[in-house]
């Protein structure tokens, strides 16, 4: 039987059942109770989403966070450090220092724990004076000056270069905290750095605790766990500033205690490495994502790829069920879906557009060769985006985590989780379907 009311389309066969309510699918319930009837997931736009609005010299940014459970406890403190540290890093230019970002929750949260209402987050510009900032008829080539004149038919680069800014990833990196606030629920922590500024390339483990590794990376300016590496990035950032040029690098990001199954294969916009790539490569200035071994892997043969698997009973009540790998070369993805390691994604990000010696430009008013205008800007941004893709990363586990266990509430959403944990580890031996 096929029924449609309203919204709410409801088919039920024999041995499935599927609901969509408006355009969020919501898997109805999960859990033991349930296991007999469980819904078959049809996923469709997901859950949890957000958007952001504002301009770098706008009165604020905004962050509006949709589809996030009621019940998560919010750390503002997790939040607002997140945003400093997006703030910090060597090498950043004097916005940074007029600006002091924090996020002001607006709606969405109630005594400090969300209440499945949308959650929309402010962080004030002090510098704010959009209307009174000066015209750009000189593009800058690598910003989106150009371009956006172009397509916006203005001589004016203003307007386009105020909304392209990475002054916008404060929203995110906002969004993505939020959303760690709900992953730590369930043990899933994440960690950002930097590992290559210009030709400096560091070393960093990929079997240390999530911790260790923190304190190691928050000691130096580089954001860099490998502190002589940071030594030597900070020198060629340096000199950069002197040579009144920018330097690039690479950024990398670990996730720990994701469980299996988190994304799908049955859809292309499900696969969670498609997500990711996405969310990564959409953070501005970033020009090339890897996951796992990356572009390395297509010089290896298979036999040096792949990773080895093996059960250690031992490790069944982690994340991993007990499946081991014997090299992580697929950053914890196979098919677009989490195989219980950790992820590991990689982000190139090209030196910074606006450098003080200028490069050759147009003027758009009189279309002849000049130098490009020069705005306030960083010489280097690359330890500020380990904390956008970081926090940007965070967002897109917690969507397609969401995807998988839903829940109007985090009770909800937890006793999916548990559910499908528990019937994950007691497949073993007993055929291939859960009852
Ligand atoms: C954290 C961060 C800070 C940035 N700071 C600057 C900056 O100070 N000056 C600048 O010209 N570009 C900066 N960018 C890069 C530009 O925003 C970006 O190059 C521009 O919007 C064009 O987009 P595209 O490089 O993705 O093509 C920064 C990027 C990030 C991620």
């Not at 859950?47 to 010299?57: C, F, Q, V």
Request: proline share 5%; with cysteine.
């Amino acid at each position: 039987m096929i029924g449609e009311v309203d919204n709410l389309t409801v088919a039920t066969g024999l041995d499935f059942e599927l609901v969509r309510i408006d355009r969020h699918f919501r898997s109805i319930r999960a859990g033991p109770l349930n296991a007999r009837r469980r819904p078959k997931p049809i996923y469709n736009t997901p859950m949890l989403d957000y958007r952001t609005a504002g301009e770098s010299h706008g009165q604020a940014l905004i962050a509006l966070v949709e589809g996030i459970p009621a019940g998560v406890p919010i750390a503002l403190d997790v939040i607002n450090g997140e945003l400093t540290r997006r703030q910090g890093g060597y090498g950043r230019g004097g916005r940074m220092k007029i600006e002091r970002d924090q996020v002001n929750i607006l709606s969405g949260v109630r005594r400090g724990v969300t209440i499945g209402s949308p959650v929309a987050m402010q962080i004030a510009n002090k510098d704010f004076r959009l209307d009174e900032a000066p015209p750009l008829h000189r593009p800058r080539p690598g910003h989106a000056d150009l371009a956006g004149s172009l397509k916006w038919l203005t001589n004016d680069c203003r307007e386009t270069l105020e909304r392209a800014s990475a002054r916008e990833t404060a929203a995110r990196v906002a969004a993505g905290a939020l959303a760690r606030c709900l992953l730590r629920e369930f043990g899933i922590d994440l960690i950002g750095y930097v590992v290559r500024i210009g030709e400096v390339v560091a070393a960093v483990p990929f079997d240390f605790p999530i911790p260790e590794l923190r304190s190691a990376r928050d000691a130096n300016e580089a954001y860099c766990p490998d502190q002589s590496a940071a030594s030597a990035m900070i020198e060629v950032i340096r000199r950069a500033k002197i040579e009144k040029d920018t330097v690039g690098g690479v950024v990398e990001v670990q996730v720990h205690g994701v469980p299996p199954g988190v994304g799908s294969c049955m859809r292309w916009q499900d696969k969670l490495d498609g997500r990711l790539m996405q969310a990564v490569g959409s953070v501005q200035a970033i020009k090339g994502v890897e996951i796992g071994l990356g572009f390395a892997a297509a010089e290896r043969p298979g036999s040096k790829v792949h990773d080895e698997i093996d059960f250690d009973p031992k490790l069944r009540p982690t994340s991993s069920l007990g499946f081991t790998r014997r090299s992580n070369n697929a950053g914890g993805l196979e098919g677009g879906m989490t195989n219980g390691q950790p992820i590991v994604v990689r982000a190139a990000m090209k030196p910074i557009s606006t450098l003080l010696r200028g490069m050759d430009s147009v003027n758009l008013l009189t279309r002849q060769s000049e130098r490009s205008d020069y705005e306030r800007s960083d010489v280097c941004s690359v330890p500020a985006a380990s904390v956008v893709v970081e926090n940007v990363v965070a967002f897109e586990i917690a969507r397609s985590f969401l995807d998988k266990f839903a829940g109007d509430t985090l009770k909800e959403t937890r006793a999916a989780y548990d559910y499908y944990l528990q019937s994950a580890r007691s497949l073993g031996g007993m055929g291939s379907t859960i009852e």
